[in-house]
């Protein structure tokens, strides 16, 4: 059966047709990023706030609703709104910043991701938008009365939506073309009253002819349409000329994208149309404000309905490249829009095991749809940024060591609103469920960050962009192989050249690790955030109030995770290279030492282990020489079990010259192998297990995991032990006192600022490394051994099942519970209950750790959309693939529909 989706992608990775020249590569929220400070002190939401966004042109990008670029963002389309009632037209999303929350940062709108196919052939966004005053001043004014310890208050919360007196404005996409366009709105008036509605489709070039000396400045005109019709042609020096047709015959409006000087900084305006007209135009009815000559660098259609209850106003509109060669609205503009929407069914019926039911199915393509809404361009040259913030030798308040940045890409977002910026490590994650659906857009992203424009001379990865020169961990290795083992399951042979490339420069990132974050030279590391500020006693990134440093569990047990993965890519690339044999080797003895130095022989007090916990911890290292272990049971403790890695035996036949030379040094240094678990062992089918734990010390750990009083929640591993509930750790320094307690949603403390504070919700990204953890130790063990799950339920489970029952916990957060609700929706009866709310899902940024409802960022489906490969994994491998075929097992999930009944043990 032919699979129209995949033959697109085909077609742009084999003959370069640029399918993905246009998407959804707009931010949803542009103000307020580092990008936009121009300020001395760094304070970016208080330069740029959502009050100047309508009249302020933006330096480095575009945000707007529902919108699209092409893949420069030179030209954009979105969405703007009016109501008759708000006081400023609605073209981009509103929230409060990181100071006005009480959480944090945190986006007051609604707002769904409901489709998308790879190559944005087919999409499809919804906005729920309130016919009454949207009500800004009252979201700013309570959250600010709230404190840290209430629930923020949210847009339901007012009021607005009483009554159901809001429209479902949706707005979709279809290509007929790389560059032709058929984009429909459809607003329904859920309310019982007739309502009037302002719908604003928006053309608009972004502004670079003010920054760039000597630029062309484009152009948007209206020029002759058919009867009935409105046509404004766009022209670009890059793009070329362009045509946007309206099925309507709204008047046309243009302005520039200009600032409004006047408004913001009481100076006069070098021109008399800026970006604001249009809300002058609508809201105030200021016709003065447009430009009478119908010519500008943006142009906006201004069509009014009025919608009856329960209707659904509808307009057609169509962007495309050259000049008219057809009738834009035809009959077959409504055959190729249901077309691309049967194209995009089979898509993702083709991907879906057959065993998921019509809930999983509903789960599975949103999770994957926001993974796919999430792309944004993402332009950043911090040479000029720091010239134009007054030169090198002027104050620059942050990335100052980063002027060899330039970054002018289309990135996997974490969120488009509230992480609007892409984050390395989330990237990573972004990765695998990207592979589900394009393995070449997944693998792009990944070699991007590599790049000579975004790796540091040092070969330090890019953080974000509040400091590009924070420590996040090393996962690039393992998002690597995931990308090249699933790749090479659906092709053959697999991407050497990709693999290659990706090494060479991981080994610069393997070396600053080394020489930056192990400063006494002892395979222990250091790292500070980690991406796991919110777990520890102090702040990691900051000098510590006891002096002396910090010795991480988890930065250590990264390294160790990043060895591993370096030593598993050097041993695929020596199948075509054998020089790389050398490199497996040098990777295996850094495993090795690194390992070793966890627990070194003998019973210590200044080494992480704990044996009479069972657990480890991070060891705080004093001025004097002196150690104390900081027991906090956390994620910061698990992470040493994800630090797992099998070698089929089969690979060591082909590689003797790893063999040998690790026989060797075993052979020499005997001790380093005491503590962990042995690599010389055979395990199932001769393999060997490279792993911080043994055996003993992984049924130690796995019992505290397991324990549904500790880690284990109904909804996947919680980040700190729930029994830090009724037990928190306390640390004194003098008069001072440091407490860490289990606090399942946000967190009480404000060591670390805004909404970065967590004290035991559950995360996506670590539980799958665990559940990649706990199958790795399965082609090991096998099925022989089996533990309690959970701890002293007398039931025992493989660690095959271990891991699939993780992922179904992970799974319910957002399938329908016996009772037909949502856990990650919590008690907002709303979307629980309300048919037209209730099957748009949002995949937050973390999880209560106790009931499961959604905390954070509400669109970061970026690395939660790890769900969908969970997912789909253990509806489609069996524990015996898994346990026969190893890891290839594990990517061959990517060619299957469904798995075979497993033999189950008691």
Not at 259 to 266: A, D, E, Y
Not at 632 to 650: K, N, Y
Request: contains cysteine; hydrophobic residues 40%.
């Amino acid at each position: 059966m032919s699979n129209a989706e995949r033959e697109r992608l085909a077609e742009a990775a084999a003959n370069g047709i640029p399918w993905r020249k246009w998407g959804p590569y707009l931010s949803e929220r542009q103000w307020g990023t580092v990008r936009e400070d121009y300020s001395r002190t760094g304070d970016a939401w208080t330069y740029f706030p959502h009050d100047q966004a309508r009249s302020r042109a933006y330096r480095w990008g575009e945000d707007g609703l529902g919108g699209i670029s092409d893949d420069g963002q030179r030209l954009c389309f979105a969405l703007a709104l009016w109501n008759g009632k708000d006081p400023i037209l609605k073209e981009r999303l509103f929230g409060l910043d990181n100071s006005e929350g009480n959480h944090g940062e945190d986006v007051k709108e609604y707002y769904f991701y409901l489709d998308s196919t790879p190559t944005h052939s087919y999409m499809r966004y919804l906005y729920k938008y309130p016919q009454e005053a949207y009500p800004y001043a009252k979201l700013v004014q309570v959250n600010a009365r709230r404190s840290r310890l209430e629930m923020e208050y949210e847009l339901l919360d007012t009021g607005v939506f009483e009554g159901d007196r809001y429209f479902d404005v949706v707005v979709e996409y279809a290509k007929a073309s790389p560059e032709d366009i058929l984009i429909r709105i459809s607003a329904t008036n859920r309310g019982s009253d007739p309502a009037e509605l302002h719908l604003l489709p928006t053309l608009w070039f972004r502004n670079t002819w003010a920054f760039e000396e000597g630029a062309t400045r484009p152009s948007l005109e209206e020029v002759e349409g058919a009867r009935g019709r409105r046509t404004v042609r766009a022209t670009h020096p890059e793009l070329g000329a362009l045509e946007f047709h309206v099925d309507s015959e709204a008047p046309l409006l243009f302005t520039e994208n200009e600032t409004n000087q006047r408004r913001l900084f009481g100076a006069e305006n070098p021109a008399p149309f800026v970006k604001d007209a249009f809300h002058e135009y609508v809201v105030h009815g200021r016709r003065e404000a447009v430009n009478p000559a119908r010519k500008g660098t943006k142009a906006a259609a201004h069509h009014v309905v009025t919608v009856a209850p329960g209707a659904t106003g509808t307009l057609r509109l169509r962007l495309r490249a050259g000049a008219a060669r057809s009738t834009p609205f035809g009959r077959g503009y409504d055959d190729l829009m249901r077309e691309r929407a049967a194209e995009a069914d089979a898509f993702y019926d083709a991907l879906m095991p057959d065993s998921f039911d019509a809930d999983r199915r509903l789960v599975f393509r949103q999770a994957l749809a926001g993974m796919l809404w999430s792309k944004q361009f993402y332009h950043f040259d911090l040479e000029r940024w720091i010239t134009e913030h007054g030169g090198e030798g002027g104050r620059i308040p942050r990335n100052g060591q980063w002027p060899h940045m330039v970054n002018a890409d289309v990135i996997s977002m974490p969120d488009k609103w509230e992480y609007p910026w892409y984050a390395a490590w989330d990237l990573a994650f972004h990765a695998l469920p990207l592979a589900l659906v394009d393995e070449h857009f997944a693998k792009e992203q990944l070699d991007l960050m590599l790049r000579e424009r975004y790796l540091h001379p040092n070969g330090q990865i890019p953080a974000y962009e509040w400091n590009f020169g924070d420590v996040n961990p090393p996962v690039h290795a393992w998002a690597t192989l995931f990308a090249f083992q699933l790749d090479r399951a659906r092709g053959g042979k697999g991407d050497y050249d990709f693999l290659n490339r990706v090494f060479q420069k991981l080994l610069l990132n393997f070396t600053w690790w080394v020489n930056r974050k192990d400063p006494t030279g002892r395979n222990v590391f250091e790292g500070g955030f980690l991406g796991l500020d919110n777990i520890g006693v102090f702040d990691r990134s900051s000098p510590l109030p006891t002096g002396g440093f910090l010795e991480q569990a988890d930065g250590t047990a990264w390294m160790a995770f990043f060895s591993q993965c370096m030593l598993t890519i050097a041993l695929e690339l020596a199948k075509e290279d054998p020089a790389h044999a050398a490199m497996a080797y040098k990777f295996f003895e850094h495993f090795i030492r690194i390992a070793s130095a966890m627990d070194r022989m003998g019973d210590r007090h200044d080494e992480m282990w704990d044996e009479e916990d069972g657990f480890f911890y991070d060891l705080l290292r004093m001025p004097d020489g002196s150690a104390t272990r900081l027991r906090v049971r956390s994620m910061v403790g698990l992470l040493p079990l994800c630090a797992a890695s099998v070698i089929e035996e089969d690979v060591l036949e082909k590689v003797p010259e790893l063999r040998a030379k690790a026989r060797w040094f075993l052979e020499k240094r005997p001790e380093l192998v005491r503590n962990i678990a042995l690599p010389q062992t055979p395990g199932a089918k001769g393999r060997r297990l490279l792993a911080i734990l043994d055996e003993r010390k992984l049924r130690r750990v796995l019992a505290r995991m397991l324990d549904e009083n500790e880690f284990l929640s109904p909804y996947g591993i919680r980040a700190l032990s729930l029994h830090h509930r009724d037990h928190p750790y306390v640390f004194r320094v003098g008069a001072q006192e440091y407490r860490v307690g289990y606090q399942p949603a946000e967190s009480e403390t404000g060591m670390f600022g805004g909404n970065s504070n967590w004290r035991g919700p559950i995360w996506m990204p670590v539980n799958a490394l665990i559940v990649r953890a706990l199958l790795q130790y399965y082609t090991y063990y096998g099925d022989a051994f089996t533990v309690e799950c959970p701890t002293r339920s007398g039931r025992k489970m493989t660690l095959y099942q271990v891991a699939e029952e993780i992922s179904r916990r992970l799974g319910a957060i957002f399938l329908r519970d016996a009772d037909g609700k949502r856990p990650v929706y919590g008690g907002e009866r709303k979307f629980q209950e309300d048919p037209h709310w209730r099957d748009h899902v949002l995949f937050y940024e973390y999880f209560h750790g106790d009931n499961g409802a959604g905390l954070g960022a509400s669109h970061q489906t970026g690395w939660t959309g790890v769900v969908a490969v969970l997912m789909h994994l253990f509806a489609t491998v069996p524990a015996e693939d898994v346990l026969e075929g190893g890891r290839g097992a594990v990517f061959d999930a990517g060619r299957r529909r469904a798995k075979r009944p497993a033999a189950r043990k008691a």
